[in-house]
């Protein structure tokens, strides 16, 4: 098991297998020493995470949603290198996309649900620049939808 595996573990997150894309897209781009990874719904094994933020869930649950988008982020990261992880340098960027009402203003607590857990499982290779946008709506009726840029070795 890789040590990011190893520190997952001690979380009690096993990564999945990478999800299969929805659409007309590949799920990341490797260029160079940066991994560009298509957005990632809120989704685990036990289906979709949907929602409209401000209307029928709250950031807690919004955070919930985000950190599933961060575990799938990673079981892409995982594929484009190969099954290696480790590889990781670094995050370098989330783009967090919250399906929320007009007045929800609460974007940034909804996405440190997966901030937070890239820290907690990379420690300083996992803090990053960020963004937190509220959508009008997002593929499936999901609550959020996370994008990221990782640097590799």
């Given at each position: 098991?890789?040590?990011?595996?190893?520190?997952?573990?001690?979380?009690?997150?096993?990564?999945?297998?990478?999800?299969?894309?929805?659409?007309?897209?590949?799920?990341?781009?490797?260029?160079?020493?940066?991994?560009?990874?298509?957005?990632?719904?809120?989704?685990?094994?036990?289906?979709l995470?949907?929602?409209?933020?401000?209307q029928?869930?709250d950031?807690?649950a919004?955070a919930?949603?985000?950190?599933?988008?961060?575990?799938?982020?990673?079981?892409?990261?995982?594929?484009?290198?190969g099954?290696?992880?480790?590889?990781?340098?670094?995050?370098?960027?989330?783009?967090?996309?919250?399906?929320s009402?007009?007045?929800?203003?609460?974007?940034?607590?909804?996405?440190?649900?997966?901030?937070?857990?890239?820290v907690a499982?990379?420690?300083?290779?996992?803090?990053?620049a960020?963004?937190?946008?509220?959508?009008?709506?997002?593929?499936?009726?999901?609550?959020?939808?996370i994008?990221?840029?990782?640097?590799?070795k």
């Amino acid at each position: 098991m890789s040590t990011i595996e190893t520190k997952l573990a001690e979380l009690g997150v096993t990564l999945p297998d990478a999800p299969a894309p929805a659409a007309n897209y590949v799920p990341y781009v490797v260029i160079g020493d940066m991994v560009h990874v298509s957005g990632q719904i809120s989704a685990n094994a036990d289906g979709l995470i949907i929602g409209k933020l401000g209307q029928d869930t709250d950031a807690e649950a919004g955070a919930a949603a985000a950190q599933t988008c961060a575990v799938n982020l990673l079981a892409q990261l995982k594929a484009a290198c190969g099954g290696d992880i480790d590889r990781l340098v670094r995050v370098v960027k989330l783009v967090g996309f919250v399906n929320s009402t007009p007045e929800f203003t609460d974007q940034p607590k909804v996405i440190n649900g997966a901030s937070d857990f890239m820290v907690a499982a990379l420690g300083d290779a996992g803090r990053h620049a960020r963004s937190a946008v509220s959508a009008a709506s997002l593929p499936f009726g999901v609550a959020v939808e996370i994008e990221a840029i990782f640097q590799i070795k």
